[in-house]
């Protein structure tokens, strides 16, 4: 699917790089993968993944502040080299959700680039790309009625 895509860097936004379920997503097993399929793979999980150090990322009940993590210069500077590698080659980003309404990479990831005007188009298991807008983010208006 990728290679249909045009795609020429994968870039790994897992926090931990690995599948107890599917091992070809290990992480050296999926950048052999690629490379044999002339994909150059790039991880960037300690600084785009959803599960990053640091309490101040959770709240109480353990779920990430996707918020707070936007707004963290770790995070900021990895999204500009994000943005700086889209520039001179066909990139495409993946965690482990299949998916991604239910991943941070459209929680966080996609959200902070359509916030800057760089369109987002995710591969979906049926090898479609749908497109994310910025309209996807705005927060609902209350109803009148």
């Given at each position: 699917m990728l290679a249909r895509h045009g795609?020429?860097?994968?870039?790994?936004?897992?926090?931990?790089?690995?599948?107890?379920?599917?091992?070809?997503?290990?992480?050296?097993?999926?950048?052999?993968?690629?490379?044999?399929?002339?994909?150059?793979?790039?991880?960037?999980?300690?600084?785009?993944?959803?599960?990053?150090?640091?309490?101040?990322?959770?709240?109480?009940?353990?779920?990430?502040?996707?918020?707070?993590l936007a707004m963290a210069p770790f995070y900021l500077s990895a999204i500009e080299r994000l943005i700086e590698l889209g520039k001179s080659r066909r990139v495409a980003f993946m965690c482990s959700e299949a998916d991604y309404h239910n991943c941070h990479r459209y929680r966080l990831i996609t959200r902070t680039l359509v916030q800057r005007q760089i369109p987002?188009?995710?591969i979906?298991?049926?090898?479609?790309?749908?497109?994310?807008?910025?309209e996807e983010f705005e927060p609902e208006q209350p109803s009148l009625f």
């Open positions: 795609i020429e860097t994968l870039v790994d936004t897992r926090s931990q790089p690995f599948s107890r379920y599917s091992p070809q997503f290990n992480q050296e097993a999926l950048r052999n993968s690629l490379a044999s399929a002339g994909i150059a793979y790039a991880y960037m999980g300690g600084e785009l993944g959803g599960r990053p150090q640091g309490a101040e990322f959770y709240y109480a009940e353990g779920r990430v502040d996707y918020d707070r987002v188009e995710h979906v298991r049926s090898g479609d790309i749908v497109i994310s807008s910025a």
